[in-house]
């Protein structure tokens, strides 16, 4: 299984990333998956996640309203639209396909990871 990750890039404050995970090797429509990411001298969180056909979703407080995932089973894609970007928000963001059909919050819950793609917001 491989994940390529991109679409990440410099944007100032209060502007709009997507970020797009190809997912190749597996049909995942059957794992949850998600976005996590790493900020600078801190430890990996997870963003965003869904559960196996989209049938639920989490989000971390702080993108609550601001991020949104989706799935592209036709694709094999997992997006993450962010809006009103915040300084606080650059991070490298990687995406995961999780072990099993319900999202977890951890990353040992995630079975297969992307290189990840640098986000950084300007203020």
């Known amino acids: 299984v491989q994940l390529q990750a991109s679409g990440g890039g410099l944007v100032q404050a209060g502007g709009s990333l997507r970020l797009s995970c190809a997912v190749s090797?597996?049909?995942?429509?059957?794992?949850?998956t998600g976005w996590f990411r790493r900020p600078p001298g801190k430890e990996r969180e997870l963003v965003a996640a869904i559960n196996w056909r989209g049938g639920g979703t989490y989000y971390a407080d702080s993108v609550k309203g601001r991020f949104t995932i989706s799935v592209n089973n036709a694709k094999n894609t997992v997006d993450l639209q962010m809006n009103s970007l915040k300084p606080e928000d650059t991070a490298v963001y990687y995406c995961?396909?999780?072990?099993?059909?319900?999202?977890?919050?951890?990353?040992?819950?995630?079975?297969?990871w992307g290189r990840g793609t640098q986000v950084t917001v300007s203020s």
């Open positions: 995961a396909v999780a072990r099993g059909s319900v999202a977890g919050t951890r990353t040992t819950s995630y079975a297969y």
């Open positions: 090797g597996r049909t995942f429509s059957m794992y949850a």
